[in-house]
């Protein structure tokens, strides 16, 4: 009853922030601007949901390297971990648009934006699955050999299942934080949101109602994305249960 009443509230939420920016739109007459935000929002989605599948790959490659690989593999994971980790998203974003043309790989701004930002969040994820997985008891593993399973196979059909249902609400906020950092890709000349809104905020001077459909804009994607993973992990811990 308590999960089915969150996310009425949040249904609700995300109606009220959608009334009030079509609202605010029509008082301050700024539904012109609308059709430009939107591009920009489009490209802001699609930046965060190419970018979420890149972090989710790296994440359970390198999380589960460094817990059963050997020692140099390992290490290799863990030198990604602890480098995208320990910079800042924007210089790696820098790098991987600036730097690298000179070395002569060179990369569009889109693709530089979620590859940037997939490794970033992927080197997060990464620890998320490395917790998980060793947080399984030690007696699910005892089970798995005395039913005769190879390792790989109790990985793949016992341990990893139960994982999942433990790694989604951390990796919410993780694709949260992702969505937010798009806002970055502004700054490598990618027209998303945050750049559509300074665009129409240069060409008309008007701060005010700019930046705040642009606020609400980013509520109303992070509302949704809440709202999906509140029902995927709804839909895990039934199916899995939770960790003990």
């Known amino acids: 009853m308590q999960r089915r009443t969150g996310n009425a509230f949040y249904l609700c939420y995300l109606l009220a922030a959608v009334i009030f920016g079509a609202a605010f739109a029509f008082a301050t007459n700024s539904l012109d601007y609308l059709p430009t935000l939107a591009e920009g929002a489009l490209v802001t989605v699609e930046i965060t949901l ?113 994982a999942l249902a433990a790694m989604i609400p951390p990796w919410g906020n993780l694709m949260i934080e992702l969505l937010k950092l798009t806002s970055l890709v502004s700054l490598i000349t990618l027209a998303d949101l945050t750049f559509r809104a300074q665009q129409i905020n240069l060409a008309t001077f008007r701060t005010v109602e700019v930046f705040t459909l642009m606020l609400v804009a980013y509520l109303i994607l992070s509302l949704l994305l809440t709202l999906a993973i509140r029902w995927l992990d709804r839909h895990l811990a039934l199916r899995f249960g939770r960790l003990a």
């Open 50 to 162: 190419i970018a979420a599948v890149l972090a989710v790959v790296m994440a359970f490659v390198s999380g589960l390297t460094r817990l059963y690989a050997p020692g140099p593999i390992a290490w290799v994971a863990v030198t990604y971990i602890e480098i995208f980790r320990g910079t800042s998203a924007l210089v790696q974003l820098f790098w991987l648009y600036f730097v690298l043309p000179q070395l002569g790989l060179e990369l569009s701004a889109f693709w530089a934006a979620v590859l940037g930002l997939g490794l970033h969040i992927g080197a997060y994820g990464a620890e998320i699955v490395r917790g998980t997985v060793a947080a399984v008891p030690k007696a699910q593993w005892e089970a798995s050999t005395a039913l005769n399973l190879a390792p790989f196979g109790a990985l793949r059909r016992i341990i990893l299942p139960q």
